[in-house]
T-cell receptor, first 112, second 112 residues
Framework: DAKTTQPTSMDCAEGRAANLPCNHS???????VYWYRQIHSQGPQYIIHGLKNNETNEMASLIITEDRKSSTLILPHATLRDTAVYYCIVSDRSSNTGKLIFGQGTTLQVKP | DAGVIQSPRHEVTEMGQEVTLRCKPISGHDYLFWYRQTMMRGLELLIY????????DSGMPEDRFSAKMPNASFSTLKIQPSEPRDSAVYFCASSVQGGGYTFGSGTRLTVV
């Protein structure tokens, strides 16, 4: 599976959009981009995933560049409860050899 | 849906004792994953199953660790004998192919 690079930490003001970047320059054609977050002392929580098109759900939006070498997770109106570690992962889940390997993620601090 | 259920939530044991962690995946999910999380190493994938069959156990640290999935609704992770360096939070997750993982609340293991 391709490796991802994320900033170690980011701050965001409450009520503003949080834009979390992720680089995955070695991503292959079958690999999806997944985002998870982990709030302190809880299990990781699935947010969103995509292959090449932009995706949106009730939690966030995922913007994937045309060359698929990077992506951005957008939390449109961050709240204090969005403070967490955010993980960007690429994986080929089209077969049963796919698995999610977590890196160190980005620690997002939402401030009042 | 009660989600992924793990037991116990906390376990404190003495070095050398056998420890068994339990997981009930979400009904209908055909993938089950065991992860371990420590401050030093982050989230590590230990083993995963597809349709109750172990697919990849390359993350299992050593022979003291074993995992079984006797049926679609139950899995165990056993450590025998336990050592202080096994202290960590152990997470179980389940999914359908290509879907997001749902994690349990974890078992915090302390080996003294």
């Amino acid at each position: 599976d391709a490796k991802t690079t994320q900033p170690t930490s980011m701050d965001c003001a409450e009520g503003r959009a949080a834009n979390l970047p992720c680089n995955h320059s070695t991503i292959s054609g079958n690999e999806y981009v997944y985002w998870y977050r982990q709030i302190h002392s809880q299990g990781p929580q699935y947010i969103i995933h995509g292959l090449k098109n932009n995706e949106t759900n009730e939690m966030a939006s995922l913007i994937i560049t045309e060359d698929r070498k990077s992506s951005t997770l957008i939390l449109p109106h961050a709240t204090l409860r969005d403070t967490a570690v955010y993980y960007c992962i690429v994986s080929d889940r089209s077969s049963n050899t796919g698995k999610l390997i977590f890196g160190q993620g980005t620690t997002l601090q939402v401030k009042p | 849906d009660a989600g992924v259920i793990q037991s116990p939530r906390h376990e404190v044991t003495e070095m050398g004792q056998e420890v068994t962690l339990r997981c009930k995946p979400i009904s209908g999910h055909d993938y089950l994953f065991w992860y371990r999380q420590t401050m030093m190493r982050g989230l590590e994938l230990l083993i995963y199953f597809n349709n109750n069959v172990p697919i990849d156990d390359s993350g299992m640290p050593e022979d003291r660790f074993s995992a079984k999935m006797p049926n679609a609704s139950f899995s165990t992770l056993k450590i025998q004998p336990s050592e202080p360096r096994d202290s960590a939070v152990y997470f179980c997750a389940s999914s359908v192919q290509g879907g997001g993982y749902t994690f349990g609340s974890g078992t915090r293991l302390t080996v003294v």
